[in-house]
């Protein structure tokens, strides 16, 4: 009785194990079927990154008008803005050759800002598929906000950063052509408080990155660096000095691995001494 019992219930898990296969199987092309997410995914990138766009827009207005009140031509200043697509690069050579420097001097305070990409967009290299050309052209969409909003703990989501530096993109030429055509009409941009939305932006984007201990306390000596070295230093060198604070989480993996091996080892030194 007992054996014809068991026999019944290893046939009847045998018949609910081939049925969850066989539904499965079933399942698994309908999956393949399935409609890509990538759409949905660059949809992502911009509705992340709109709640920045006004402010990117307000700043693109504001390099137009500097540039503008610094002699440059406007078709020079758009030309900039399409290819360059990096704001404190440009304000810096704006104000550089503006207040009588030379070329050499504008490209090496330009230099200096964008020396951050190298690192970023090392990290975020693999993501990028296709061809030469297709590459450029996605790789020129990384910029700080997108490359922040699309970094998913040191993993980077290719749609979200194309998405979100397409719209900043637009939102930064657009912003550009308005300045440019507005020229002195709009006035100092410091009076209606353009000035700000630089500073504002990258805030905005550290408070999202704040999630540990470790994160604060760089950011709070990356801060606290740029802040000694700002009256002292030429332009730029605060911004590449301030990165010396991302030396803070070089700790975090070692304590992190000290303490996964410290249960271990007291278990083994428990194991050994019994």
Not at 65 to 80: C, D, H, I, N, Y
Not at 230 to 246: D, H, M, S
Request: proline share 5%; net charge positive.
């Amino acid at each position: 009785m007992l054996a014809s019992v068991a026999d019944e219930t290893g046939q009847a898990e045998s018949r609910r194990e081939a049925g969850r296969a066989r539904e499965t199987a079933a399942g698994a092309p309908r999956r393949e079927v399935r409609p890509s997410p990538r759409g949905g995914r660059y949809r992502d990138g911009v509705r992340a990154v709109a709640p920045l766009v006004p402010a990117v827009l307000a700043f693109g207005i504001s390099f137009g008008v500097l540039a503008r009140a610094a002699g440059f031509p406007g078709a020079a200043s758009l030309v900039m803005s399409a290819t360059t697509f990096a704001g404190s690069a440009q304000f810096a050579v704006v104000s550089v050759l503006g207040a009588g420097g030379t070329a050499a001097a504008a490209i090496g305070a330009a230099v200096l800002l964008n020396a951050r990409y190298g690192p970023m967009g090392l990290a975020a290299a693999h993501v990028f598929e296709g061809g030469r050309l297709r590459r450029f052209l996605e790789s020129q969409l990384l910029v700080d906000e997108s490359w922040a909003l699309s970094n998913r703990g040191g993993r980077f989501d290719r749609h979200v950063l194309v998405g979100a530096g397409a719209l900043l993109y637009v939102g930064w030429v657009g912003g550009s052509a308005i300045g440019v055509a507005a020229g002195d009409r709009l006035g100092d941009p410091a009076t209606l408080g353009l000035d700000a939305a630089f500073p504002a932006l990258f805030l905005a984007l550290l408070a999202t990155q704040l999630h540990s201990r470790h994160a604060v306390l760089a950011a709070l000596t990356g801060g606290a660096i740029a802040l000694v070295l700002v009256p002292l230093t030429p332009a730029g060198v605060p911004v590449i000095a301030a990165t010396a604070g991302c030396l803070v989480g070089l700790t975090r993996p070692a304590r992190a691995t000290e303490r996964r091996r410290a249960p271990r080892a007291a278990a083994v030194a428990r194991e050994t001494s019994s």
